[in-house]
């Protein structure tokens, strides 16, 4: 078992920065996922760990040792890739019984010693009637399991995930998710998981590092970076729908604050927010609000935000309303039972305003968190 | 009523099977010449088969007469063209999988020069490797052509290996570096079972090219007993009468052994081709 | 997502997968090659051009490279000029044949079984193929003859191996036997690569299999059409086998090409400063080709 540290890691892809100083720590028997869009690096930042790219700059370590310049196989990870990479010329018995094998020596095991690891392994991930079989001759889920088995057999100190459920069909990789995160408690294996799909991350990581453009953005759990995004790109980026982003001006009339937003203006009464805006002295922000924190009203109220529906998409226990408002497109989760009709002038209300996100619209950055 | 289409496919089957024929009558010509005596073969034609008489005599005539031997030339060409095989095709798996894989100073140099090589002709080599073999006490032995066979094959083996390890999905390789594997085991134990059938090419097409060669063979091997059978077919034909008896068996003993092997391994001498002149 | 490029690895590693090649091909490829060309600029007395004028301006026919007395008449006309003639016969001859091969097979019942006969040719040992032009040309027991025979034609009801009018086409229409495998077999992989969905549109579009043909098929072979273009000429140049065994380059010159030419300066002569100039001046000429393919190849 080991934790797992990157220090100011760069790497360069000619003049693209595919990792920009990233920093991390991820601990002893954590499950980690990097949640990012596809070309944020975060595929790059395991191949670093893995050995399988070596960075232009910064440190890498496993278990308190500096693993830098070693090669993957002095590394003693194990990596489960995105389209399985299974031996194809081998049985799955000997592509998991492959690891063990290339290092029989140094690992000092016995054929039978092998033999038995091979088939505990296939057990606990119910593949032992597959083992005779030829990787050709399996379903994608079947594959999946190899992989993991194979990735498995060798207890390493770190397992690295690529993507591995994204090539399933989408009622497998609900079912693998739960079953992958429990496997992962049952083992305590230090895991760094890639992913892009932010509900695979939200529903199996114990930390997320969320990376945009090489750069991590914020390191949260789950819970952190959906109510207390750091940046407004994480605000953006979790979340089904993400938080809606609106842009507005701040004025400061006496002690008074006055907020003016698309199709709003008053005065901000909640201390935490006007505290927040107050401090950073700044007079253009994103507010950010998610569509479960929205409600829809049919008629005016005092600091309601007036637009017009746009498109409503029912989802049967829910549907998603598109509310435009001076332009912008606001999601909102709304019950079932509210009759909207596109066209029709509704009036949005903040639930509460401290579940209300702000962030600095010139860095990005947080000034104030949502309260769950 | 009869379709447009279906007179037009009757046409295109006759063209077709017509050429086929073109093609293959030579080499009907050649056997029923090889198996009937000469005589008659002058006297009627081949392809007269009314009242003919079928024998092995002209089989059995350059297989085992003394002055043609080619039983000895059999044996000699088999000894040459299996090492001449094995080894380039090894030692290009390697040269190839570097270049590949792997970042080194000079590479594209490396690689330009293999490229040239496949294109030069072997008129240019022969005179200072007489020489060398000469002094290397090589000169007529089976060994010395063995080494200017397997020199000679690395370049197009390597080129054609090379465009076969870059479509080898990554990954693979990449797992098996983190399974632990090194890069020697890497080689051995993914690439190397992965390219079988790349691996079968070249050898096919390898192991045909020198057994089918006649000019090294002609520069570097110069005592009869030496002779390997491409050299004995060409010297069977004497100065100013052909006996085309046993001249065409002899030519059918010949070549043989790349036709067996172009029967079993018909996929790969094609993709061979293929997989050589055009990338990827 | 970032491709991995070709990584760095340890010197070690790197020399155990490049030093059985390297030292190959430098002892008995790179050196000998190098060693051709000096030896061609060898004379008595240090280095000259005197070998490369000798073999160029060389009028005995049967080692002449260009022999001006021949021309306006029957072959020798000299074997660059001959491999010149070759090329200019065999590479439009064998393209279309092997396109026209490939495409007909394509929709033929038992195409793939007339396909491996034609390949044939590739594989069998090139003196075996020059024998077999010299039977079928032959007098006696040659098919070609005894047709003409029968049209009555008595000029070509001869062996066409023995005389210089018709040695020289005899063994080109055979090197074109021979060596149709190839570019049938190209174009038959080239085809194949031809997406349907190409022709089934043009189909529905109301183009004519003529105007498919031409308007698409052929312009999507380019590439294919270029390779065997280039290796038919590389073929060309080197053609030695073929012509020793048939006519040993006879009668009296008329079917000599360059790689024989440098054997008989060798083997014959024993001049090896000659031979040598003959050789290089070979190269150049394979080079020609060599490049462009090499351009192709680095490039990718």
New interface residues.
């Given amino acids: 078992m080991a934790d797992v540290r990157l220090e100011n890691v760069v790497k360069r892809?000619g003049k693209?920065v595919?990792v920009d100083h990233v920093n991390l720590h991820v601990k002893d028997g954590e499950f980690f996922i990097l949640l990012g869009p596809?070309?944020c690096g975060k595929?790059?930042t395991l191949?670093i760990i893995?050995?399988?790219?070596?960075p232009d700059e910064g440190r890498v370590y496993i278990g308190g040792k500096d693993v830098t310049d070693l090669?993957?196989?002095d590394?003693d990870?194990?990596?489960v890739?995105?389209?399985y990479?299974?031996?194809?010329?081998m049985t799955v018995y000997e592509n998991i019984a492959?690891?063990l094998k290339?290092?029989r020596k140094?690992l000092g095991l016995t054929k039978e010693e092998i033999d038995e690891r091979v088939h505990e392994v296939a057990k606990m991930l119910h593949i032992e009637e597959l083992l005779d079989r030829k990787p050709g001759q399996l379903s994608g889920g079947q594959q999946q399991r190899v992989a993991l088995a194979?990735a498995l057999v060798?207890r390493p100190k770190v397992w690295?995930m690529d993507e591995p459920l994204s090539n399933l069909d989408a009622l497998l990789r609900v079912v693998m998710r739960a079953e992958l995160k429990k496997l992962q408690k049952q083992l305590g294996i230090t895991t760094i998981y890639v992913t892009h799909d932010q509900a695979e991350a939200m529903s199996m990581a114990d930390r997320i590092a969320v990376m945009n453009k090489g750069r991590i953005m914020q390191v949260g759990t789950p819970h952190e970076v959906y109510y207390k995004p750091a940046h407004v790109f994480v605000a953006t980026f979790i979340g089904n729908p993400p938080a809606n982003i609106l842009e507005c001006r701040v004025t400061q009339d006496g002690d008074k604050i006055i907020l003016e937003c698309p199709g709003h203006r008053e005065e901000i009464r909640d201390p935490e927010l006007a505290d927040a805006v107050r401090r950073a002295g700044v007079r253009e922000i994103y507010l950010g609000m998610r569509p479960e924190h929205i409600k829809i009203l049919k008629h005016p109220e005092p600091g309601t935000f007036k637009g017009k529906v746009y498109v409503v998409e029912p989802l049967g226990s829910e549907q998603i309303v598109d509310v435009t408002i001076d332009g912008t497109v606001v999601k909102v989760k709304a019950p079932p039972t509210l009759s909207l009709q596109p066209g029709e002038t509704v009036y949005l209300k903040p639930e509460d305003w401290k579940k209300v996100m702000v962030f600095d619209k010139k860095t990005g950055k947080a000034l104030k968190g949502a309260t769950p | 009523m009869v379709r447009k289409s279906t007179i037009r496919a009757i046409i295109v089957n006759i063209v077709a099977w017509t050429i086929g024929f073109i093609w293959v009558l030579p080499f009907i010509g050649l056997f029923m010449t090889s198996v009937r005596p000469y005589s008659e073969v002058v006297l009627k034609g081949w392809w007269s088969i009314i009242g003919a008489h079928f024998t092995l005599k002209n089989y059995y005539e350059a297989l085992f007469n003394p002055f043609y031997n080619l039983a000895r030339g059999y044996m000699n060409s088999f000894i040459v063209a299996i090492p001449s095989t094995i080894i380039p095709v090894f030692v290009a798996a390697l040269i190839a999988y570097a270049i590949s894989r792997f970042s080194f100073p000079l590479k594209s140099y490396l690689f330009l020069t293999l490229v040239l090589i496949m294109a030069v002709p072997q008129q240019m080599s022969v005179i200072p490797l007489f020489f060398m073999l000469r002094d290397m006490h090589l000169l007529d032995t089976l060994q010395g052509l063995i080494l200017v066979h397997s020199s000679w094959g690395i370049a197009w083996i390597a080129f054609l290996l090379k465009n076969y390890f870059d479509m080898l999905?990554r990954?693979?390789e990449?797992?098996?570096?983190?399974?632990?594997?090194?890069d020697l085991?890497v080689f051995f134990?993914?690439v190397l079972?992965?390219s079988l059938p790349a691996l079968a090419s070249a050898a096919a097409i390898q192991f045909t090219w020198v057994w089918s060669d006649f000019f090294y063979a002609l520069v570097f091997l110069i005592s009869p007993k030496n002779y390997v059978v491409t050299q004995r077919i060409a010297f069977m034909k004497g100065q100013f009468y052909v006996d085309w008896g046993l001249l065409s068996a002899g030519s059918i003993l010949a070549m043989l052994v790349p036709l067996i092997l172009y029967a079993v391994l018909q996929k790969y001498f094609v993709r061979g081709m293929v997989g050589w002149t055009i990338k990827g | 997502?970032?491709v991995?490029?070709p990584r760095?690895v340890r010197w070690g590693v790197l020399a155990v997968f490049l030093t059985p090649a390297l030292i190959l091909l430098t002892a008995f490829v790179i050196a000998p090659i190098l060693g051709t060309v000096a030896i061609s600029f060898e004379c008595k007395h240090g280095f000259c051009l005197k070998n490369y004028v000798d073999v160029i301006t060389q009028q005995s026919p049967d080692l002449a490279l260009i022999y001006p007395p021949g021309f306006g008449g029957p072959p020798p006309w000299g074997a660059l000029i001959h491999n010149i003639v070759w090329i200019l016969i065999h590479v439009p001859l064998t393209t279309m044949l092997g396109l026209i091969i490939a495409y007909l097979l394509k929709d033929t019942l038992g195409g793939s079984f007339i396909k491996s006969i034609i390949f044939i040719g590739m594989v069998i040992p090139m003196v075996v193929g020059g024998l077999i032009i010299r039977f079928m040309f032959d007098k006696y027991v040659g098919i070609v003859p005894k047709i003409f025979q029968f049209l009555g034609v008595k000029s070509l009801a001869i062996t066409w191996t023995s005389y210089p009018q018709t040695a020289l086409i005899a063994l080109i229409l055979g090197s074109v036997w021979l060596w149709t495998g190839f570019s049938m077999t190209i174009y038959a992989a080239a085809l194949e690569t031809i997406p349907r969905d190409y022709i089934e549109a043009a189909k529905v579009d109301g183009a004519s299999e003529r105007q498919i043909f031409f308007k698409i098929i052929l312009p999507l072979l380019k590439p294919a059409t270029l390779v065997v273009v280039l290796m038919t000429i590389l073929w060309d140049l080197k053609i030695f086998d073929i012509v020793f065994v048939a006519t040993l380059g006879g009668p009296g010159g008329a079917s000599t090409v360059m790689a024989l030419v440098m054997y008989m300066y060798f083997a014959r002569e024993l001049d090896f400063a000659k031979a040598a100039a003959v050789a290089v001046l070979l190269a150049l000429l394979t080079l020609i080709p060599g490049v462009y393919m090499a351009r192709r190849a680095v490039k990718g």
Avoid: C, W
Avoid at chain 1, 85 to 89: C, D, G, R, V
Avoid at chain 2, 174 to 182: I, L, Q
């Fill in positions: 892809f693209v595919a596809s070309g595929t790059t191949r893995a050995g399988l790219e070596y090669e993957p196989m590394r990870v194990a990596m890739f995105q389209n990479a299974l031996y194809p010329h492959f690891p290339i290092r140094k194979r060798r690295l | 999905p990954e693979v990449e797992a098996a570096r983190v399974d632990g594997a090194s085991q134990k993914i079972p992965l | 997502m970032p991995a490029g760095r």
